[in-house]
């Protein structure tokens, strides 16, 4: 786990593209560009996770000032291998820092994942993608 830098943007692209795409699989694969990752996660803290230099396997971006994690892609060829929960261990302050997070109601991968992790209910919403849940880690250490 290390922090992002320039040269890992157009791998961290291709990542976030094919990652949302199989994540998000019941929304039409056009809504998905390859220049996304730029647009959202511009300003934000970004980590990642790499099987070597050369292969990056997970990304994770937060959004700093409210504590809020907006991205955590992990490639699917390295799901189960605890690139996730590493990901989230990477980040200042884990565990006893609160984080907070989005996840769509939809993606019940993910929020298997992040229950199995102790995050709880904060709230809920709805936006153009579906309805979600606001999820918080538990803030103890």
């Not at 996730?84 to 298997?112: E, V």
Request: charged fraction near 20%; glycine fraction near 8%.
């Amino acid at each position: 786990m290390r922090l992002a830098t320039t040269a890992d943007l157009p791998p961290l692209r291709e990542l976030f593209f094919a990652s949302r795409r199989q994540a998000f699989a019941w929304q039409p694969a056009d809504s998905f560009r390859i220049d996304d990752f730029d647009q959202q996660t511009h300003g934000e803290l970004l980590l990642v996770a790499e099987e070597t230099p050369a292969r990056l396997i997970g990304m994770i971006s937060v959004w700093e000032p409210d504590q809020f994690i907006h991205h955590l892609h992990v490639d699917p060829s390295s799901f189960r291998r605890g690139v996730g929960s590493a990901l989230l261990q990477a980040l200042p302050g884990w565990p006893k820092t609160r984080y907070r997070l989005k996840c769509l109601c939809a993606n019940t991968p993910a929020l298997a994942f992040y229950r199995a992790l102790g995050f709880t209910e904060a709230g809920s919403g709805a936006t153009d993608e579906g309805e979600y849940l606001l999820l918080e880690s538990t803030g103890a250490g």
